[in-house]
């Protein structure tokens, strides 16, 4: 993956969609990371930001991986793991903040237009009085949000002493987090706005070329704007894939995937709002974003109720690193896939090579029988609106291409399923019959798609 610096080429497919969401600071803000580039920090900015909207994340109990039972009980449930781990996360936040402090002159403050205060003393940093964030300049910006963190940290320190977080309090230390960042004007500015030039500019020529193709504008920016989520999640999973192997703890890299699973739904939702069924596209452009909002779905749910469940709690570090990288493959692959799926509808012929480097051949083979699946489910719902016995034949055909491709991915209990229900469906004297039947077997499809490839399928790991 390879991702922009700065100059917004003209025509550029990605560059027109990187529109703001607001263009309140705009300007400012992007005269700061401007300025945070030219000094060398760039990485820590792109850092401390994914830290920070972790910790949203993380304060989010929809987004938490917890198993059924814990979610069930969840006002009763002790949050002191969670508590831990945000502390972990916030300390993260801390230190990139404090290298940009460190690092970043005042001349950041007069290149943004901004006075900030009037010098750049110690005397300053622990001065109480900090101006409003109407009067606040970046090095302002980010002593005002060293100042939210460390006081996160002492609350949770402090209840931690009593030995139980409750639900409540957890809750409540979330929204004190989101509502001071607003007292951070350029760190709200920079939470705020979805993707930065300076680092979220997709640059490959296959896509490119992709995108330039396709003659409707609307269209063509809407394309290019999943293309750059699918690429903005890749880009926040590398943070806890290059802590893999390290001497380091890795727990709090769980907010990470709590971030991960924010944004793959906030994908699926920004897909159904621009090509759902009311938007005029072709069958197969609306059968692909169907697959990557499915992909999407199944692919978080696994990371989240499977792999890293219990995690909070675990004490043993090689059992949290070993489910961590699981996780990490899982949503690599699904990103990829899901980028490799939307370019194959425009150009048939692009290749995982022209995309990515080093793709592994089982992440591949998981891709294309979770992908076959999902087009054999869709067959399958086609024929329930039909209810006709004479597809059967055609049906038969169908599951039969399936099993020959895909029979050593299954687990024999799986094919036994498979099987039977597809003698079943030969033995269907009525179309109501037959109808009843089809049900049974969509939802045997969709449960294997949710678990039988994630246990059947290996998924290569690096890690």
């Known amino acids: 993956m390879s991702v922009g610096h700065g100059v917004q080429r003209k025509g550029d497919p990605f560059a027109s969609a990187l529109r703001p969401d607001s263009a309140a600071g705009l300007k400012r803000l992007s005269n ?20 920070l909207r972790a910790l949203s994340a993380f304060f989010n109990p929809e987004h938490l991986p917890l198993t059924v039972a814990e979610r069930a009980d969840i006002a009763d449930r002790d949050f002191a793991a969670e508590a831990r781990i945000a502390r972990g996360a916030i300390q993260a936040a801390e230190l990139h903040a404090a290298n940009l402090l460190t690092s970043v002159s005042r001349s950041s403050d007069s290149a943004t237009g901004d ?6 003393s110690v005397a300053r940093l622990i001065s109480v009085a900090l101006p409003t964030p109407e009067e606040q300049g970046p090095i302002d910006s980010l002593m005002r949000l060293l100042e939210v963190l460390n006081d996160l940290r002492v609350l949770i320190d402090m209840s931690a002493a009593r030995r139980h977080f409750p639900y409540q309090h957890y809750l409540a230390l979330g929204r004190l987090y989101l509502h001071s960042l607003k007292d951070c004007r350029y760190i709200d500015m920079l939470t705020g706005q979805k993707f930065k030039p300076q680092y979220d500019l997709v640059e490959n020529a296959a896509l490119n070329t992709l995108l330039r193709r396709i003659g409707e504008d609307r269209l063509r920016q809407h394309v290019a704007t999943v293309l750059l989520h699918l690429f903005q999640l890749q880009r926040f999973l590398q943070l806890p894939g290059a802590a893999f192997g390290g001497e380091g703890p890795l727990r709090h890299y769980l907010a990470v995937f709590t971030l991960l699973h924010e944004e793959m739904q906030r994908l699926s939702s920004f897909i159904r709002s621009r090509f759902g069924k009311k938007v005029e596209i072709t069958t197969q452009l609306r059968s692909t974003m169907g697959w990557i909002c499915e992909s999407l779905r199944i692919n978080s749910r696994r990371a989240v109720e499977h792999e890293l469940a219990l995690v909070a709690g675990e004490t043993s570090a090689p059992v949290i690193a070993s489910k961590m990288a699981r996780a990490y493959d899982l949503l690599q692959g699904c990103f990829q896939g899901c980028t490799v799926s939307l370019a194959q509808t425009f150009e048939p012929w692009s290749g995982w090579n022209d995309l990515f480097a080093d793709v592994p051949d089982s992440v591949i083979a998981a891709h294309k029988v979770q992908r076959d699946l999902w087009d054999l489910r869709l067959y399958v719902q086609f024929l329930i609106g039909r209810s006709d016995v004479s597809d059967l034949e055609g049906l038969m055909d169908r599951l039969a291409a399936f099993r020959e491709t895909w029979l050593q991915h299954f687990a024999d209990g799986d094919w036994g399923e498979f099987e039977r229900l597809s003698g079943i469906l030969i033995h269907a004297r009525s179309e109501r019959e037959f109808h009843e039947m089809l049900c049974g077997f969509s939802s045997f499809l969709e449960t294997l798609a949710k678990w039988g490839t994630a246990q059947h399928v290996p998924v290569g790991s690096g890690h």
């Open 115 to 120: 006075g900030g205060a009037p010098d750049g």
């Open 32 to 51: 700061w990371i401007n300025c945070v580039q030219e000094s060398g920090r760039l990485e820590e900015l792109t850092h401390l930001e994914v830290w």
